[in-house]
């Protein structure tokens, strides 16, 4: 009796050996809605098939979650809400891995999951708990929104979460075809991206704490067209809807700016051409005031058209530099104009003060521009580089300013003084350090502070020192050679303002618009050529000034009109801008027009003597006519028509020849006095 009882307690022991462990996670689970999450249930030895049975339930609404027995598992058995949604890794059983599968994770999944497992033998179980079910769901605009250029949209976007909105650490909008963000909100802060778009688009501030993260967008481009996506992220999980906007159409404003262009195109063609016939009736009264009207009245229904452009579709710097260009271009034609030898009183030197007006204010305009864009940019920038930048700044504005104060005395009151010299030499000298400050300034904003050091080693001492090596050596030592200087002078430009337009091109090569910039950086640096060869020869006579008007006031203008109504109508075609930026035409223009100015201005001694040896020998045969008389008289007879002809054609000639003669006595003591 006592064996049996030894035997039997030794069987118990070596079948409690060996039993098995059922193990499961080390923790609960966090899921996220609408993921897979695997339920851990395992053991460490591989259990015999036969007779195992296991058993996954949900323990605190006592449901069937699944079930594996007779060697296969059992969906049949399952609650109906895990149809299709749970199961076994089937291949792995063999190896003790008896883990659940669960797909498609919703909000009423989370509580506690029992796995039994049975042998024939004997049974052992673990639990697993979900948590948590983390949900973050985007919803977005079931259907596009229609709007017209100008209007104001909305575009939904709200985000479904458990998760408060002050934890969401991002939402963020873009275009579909573009990588950069357009608006963000991170960190509890809105941050504008995307330089487009300033002003225009917003959160819906007050509706945030709710979910609310959908953008307003104002003023509608046809450019806005387009599919925006609206992405949100919390933590590991990410969700994204959609928005689209669609039939953008003309607006009033549209409308406008094409007629502007009409206008614009079709007064400059009408005033120049009444001007030419007044010239040509010798009424210098009526052709005087129908020049100033043709300098004036297209510019300034161009500098409203650009403005209008700016508004619907064009982005600050582009409009900016346009309107400013627009409003100040008066200045350069004006100097320029066939009739400017006939202002009143002192206007008539005066008057040649006023590129170097244009000069300065279109400069002060630029940099403003540029130095509210460096200060956008500038918050990852050392404090003492933001310093350094805005005194580059303030001293670029400060010499402007004493070079426009002094122009506007010229113009006003021209006289001399102590206060006059004082402008004049700070004047003279800021025209010199202007270029190489304007560098100095670019480098350390937008480029490298190694480039902005060799400027400011090299380039300021090359630039003043051969200027005014240039402005008292030169002159005196070549003034019998004047066409020689002047050659010479267009090489040294040429090389400098290179040299200037190329360091922009460095300078501004990671900036979007770098090649808008470049275009208004080559005119400016034409024109500050035209204010440094005033400076240096004094004051210049400027050959074919008809021709020169012409190009100036109508053919510049109606290239502009003309490329400013092809992409209004291509961008309501299209959706896109076909130039991009309006820069690349207008200042290229007008970067084509100074040029020549400033190339008739250096080969005018050329140009003169060109000129002269056409005129010597028709006033040789004006001044002795008795041979062609004699000639005339033998085989033609007498008819006094003829000779009221002849009489009108010397008439209209002598007027011509005088100017010709005035404008040569001028050449020459201006030669004198350079």
Known sequence: MRLLYTFSFVALILVKSNGFLVKGPSGPLVVRLGSSVVLPCYVDEPL??????????????????????DYESRPDAQYQDYHDR???????????????????????????????????????????????????????????VSASVGEDVTLNCSVDSHIPPEHIQEVSWRKIDEDENILVFENKKTLLV???????????????????????????????????????????FSASATAEVEQLGYSVLHIIVFILCIIASASAVVLTTLWYQFHRLQRPNAALLLQISSVFVPNLIMFFAFWFWGVIEGFLSETVACCAHYFLRPLLLLWVSPHSEHFPGNRKTAIHCIVHLQYSLFTNVVYSVLFQSFWEESLSYEQSDRVLITILFAIMILICIINIVFLLAELIRNKDGRMRAALDLVSDIGH???????????????????????????????????????????????????????????????????????????????????EGWVCVAAFLQVLWGIVVLKHSFGDLDLPFRHIVHLIGSV???????????????????????????????????????????????????????????????????????????????????????????????????RPMLETEEQEAGRDRDGGDAA
Request: overall charge neutral.
């Open 48 to 69: 015999p098939l036969k007779g195992l049975k296991v058993i996954w339930i949900r323990t605190d609404v006592n449901t069937l979650v699944h079930v594996y027995q």
């Open 86 to 144: 749970a199961h076994f890794f089937t291949d792995k059983i063999i190896h003790g891995n008896f883990s659940l599968r669960l797909e498609n994770v919703r909000a009423e999944d989370k509580g506690f999951y029992r796995c039994k497992v049975y042998t024939e033998q004997e049974s052992d179980e673990s639990l697993v708990q979900i948590k948590e079910v983390e949900h973050l769901s985007v919803l977005g605009s079931d259907h596009p």
């Open 194 to 236: 995307d330089e487009r778009y300033r002003d225009r688009v917003e959160f819906f501030t007050d509706e945030i704490p709710k979910g609310n993260f959908s953008l307003r967008l104002k003023s509608v481009r046809t450019e806005d067209q387009g599919v925006y996506i609206c992405h949100a992220n919390a933590g590991n």
């Open 432 to 514: 010199d350090v202007l270029p190489p400050l304007q560098l100095i300034f670019l480098f350390y904003a937008f480029g490298t502070a190694s480039g902005a050091l060799f400027i400011v080693g090299v380039f300021p001492l090359f630039l003043t020192l051969t200027r005014y090596n240039w402005k008292n050596a030169c002159v005196k030592t070549l003034e019998p050679l004047r066409s020689f200087r002047r050659a010479a002078w267009l090489c040294f430009m040429i090389v400098v303002n290179t040299i200037m337009v190329y360091s922009y091109l460095i300078a501004l090569k990671k900036e979007k618009d770098c």
């Open 555 to 653: 053919v510049v203008v109606l290239v502009n009109s003309f490329a400013l109504m092809t992409e209004l109508i291509l961008k309501m075609v299209n959706g896109e801008r076909a130039i991009e930026d309006l820069r690349k035409v207008v200042f290229s223009s007008e970067c084509i027009f100074a040029s020549f100015v400033l190339l008739l201005i250096i080969f005018e001694p050329f140009i003169k003597k060109f000129q002269q040896r056409f005129q010597n020998p028709a006033r040789r045969s004006q001044q002795n006519p008795s041979s062609q008389n004699e000639v005339v008289s033998d085989e033609t007879p007498h008819n006094p028509s003829n000779q009221n002809q002849t009489a009108a054609q010397s008439f209209e000639l």
